[in-house]
């Protein structure tokens, strides 16, 4: 009966045509997360990694299989995904809402089911992709491009790593995740993403804000980029307002786009893989 509950309060706020908001805000402030307060003497600091198959959720850890950043495998990596225990019941809320969503299984012509695609990541993870992956992504994509403007470019597409426990990239703490909606026999479902065109990431890009052509044509783009953001965002989670695909709960960035109190998860010390 509660589930049935929670499924009809979002379900008044989970539309194809409700707008995401303008997040030009967010993307001026995006990067000052990194010095936002996380709360060690919260209780939740300490919370415990789960793992997101025992919840329903599908998906293995992205670079622990044949991905488009590295081609092959990243050897040694745990194709468990692992959040926060309470990230993990927010995203099978997320989960329950969204393939129940009548509106949405019409336009879809069958149920919308809930992935993830990345969850936690070590800091070898991290450290690897920042010195090693990324750099040849933006070298092969821009060969004109030298050392230094490679190195200036980085932190703008990957988190860069620390030790500093007071300063973790997302997906180190545990709190963050990337999702995906695919339709119920696994089939994907267009988010009019376009590879190379790093505007075309950003979660409100077809809703047209700032636009001197009018609003983008990608109709069934902007509806499902629409939905997914606000059954997130019910579920309490924060955008990445650079990447429609990435959502967080309780670490820095959540604390910082939230703006009501300090984040509570950090670093997770130990995460099981390039250890």
């Known amino acids: 009966m509660l589930h049935f509950m929670l499924l009809s309060t979002f379900m008044s706020v989970v539309y194809l045509d409700r707008q995401v908001p303008d997040l030009s805000e967010l ?7 990194r010095s936002f307060p996380i709360d060690t003497r ?3 600091y300490n919370e415990p990694l789960v793992p997101l198959s ?7 850890s992205y670079y622990s299989k044949p991905n488009r950043a590295t081609g092959t495998p990243i050897p040694g990596i745990n194709p468990e995904l692992l959040v926060r225990r309470t ?22 012509g069958g149920h919308a089911k809930l992935t993830v695609k990345d969850a936690l990541r ?3 993870l991290q450290a690897h992709l920042f010195s090693v ?3 040849k992504l933006l070298k092969e994509a821009n060969p004109d491009w030298s050392d ?9 597409v990957i988190g860069r790593p620390t030790d500093d426990l007071s300063s973790p990239t997302p997906h180190m703490t545990g709190g963050a995740v990337d999702v995906d909606l695919v339709r119920e026999d696994g089939s994907a479902i267009n988010f009019g993403h376009i590879r190379g065109n790093p505007l075309v990431s950003a979660t409100d890009y077809y809703e047209g804000y700032g636009s001197v052509e009018g609003p983008p044509v990608n109709l069934a783009a902007r509806s499902i980029r629409r939905v997914l953001y606000w059954a997130m965002q019910d579920q309490g989670f924060a955008n990445h307002p650079y990447e429609f695909w990435h959502y967080s709960y309780g670490d820095q960035m959540w604390g910082l786009f ?6 509570f998860y950090g670093a997770v010390e130990g995460a099981p893989d390039l250890e």
Do not use: F
């Open 27 to 33: 993307r001026a402030i995006k990067n000052r997360y």
């Open 42 to 44: 919260d209780p939740r």
């Open 54 to 60: 025992e919840y329903g959720i599908e998906g293995t």
């Open 87 to 108: 990230v993990a019941e927010k995203l099978s809320n997320a989960k329950g809402v969204l393939w129940g969503y009548e509106k949405l299984t019409r336009e879809l």
């Open 122 to 124: 070590s800091h070898g």
């Open 133 to 135: 992956v990324w750099p």
């Open 148 to 156: 230094r403007q490679i190195e200036e470019e980085l932190p703008k």
């Open 258 to 263: 939230e703006g009501d109190s300090p984040a």
